[in-house]
């Protein structure tokens, strides 16, 4: 079992930037591949990045050259650098920790671009 917890959501303006940051629970974090996801009212639940155990990277074409993953196995985190944020990117944003069949949600930060 692993839990999940997100902060760093919040309020910002149009270009500007956010971190958000994800703390697991358990001590095989280093081998879940990291996730986050996100969800606007009214739309699916979408993948923004990803990253592997081994710290390979993979991003949504809409946020590519403005988020960066990254993850501390030795602190059980990983972070969403999010970076000139634009009003598309308002949703909760979720981490998903994943190993195999199994897989895990934390319970969501709400992020929220707006003048």
């Known amino acids: 079992q692993v839990q999940l917890v997100e902060s760093g959501g919040g309020l910002v303006q149009p270009g500007g930037s956010l971190r958000l940051s994800c703390a697991a629970s358990?001590?095989?974090?280093?081998?879940?591949?990291m996730s986050w996801y996100r969800q606007a009212p009214g739309k699916p639940r979408e993948l923004v990045a990803a990253?592997?155990?081994?710290?390979?990277?993979h991003y949504a074409d809409s946020v590519k050259g403005r988020f960066a993953i990254s993850r501390d196995n030795a602190k059980n985190t990983v972070h969403l650098q999010m970076n000139s944020l634009n009003p598309e990117d308002t949703a909760v944003y979720y981490c998903?920790?994943?190993?195999?069949?199994?897989?895990?949600w934390g319970q969501g930060t709400q992020v929220t671009v707006s003048s």
């Open positions: 358990g001590s095989i974090f280093s081998i879940y591949v």
């Open positions: 998903k920790a994943g190993v195999g069949p199994s897989y895990y």
């Open positions: 990253i592997t155990s081994g710290g390979s990277t």
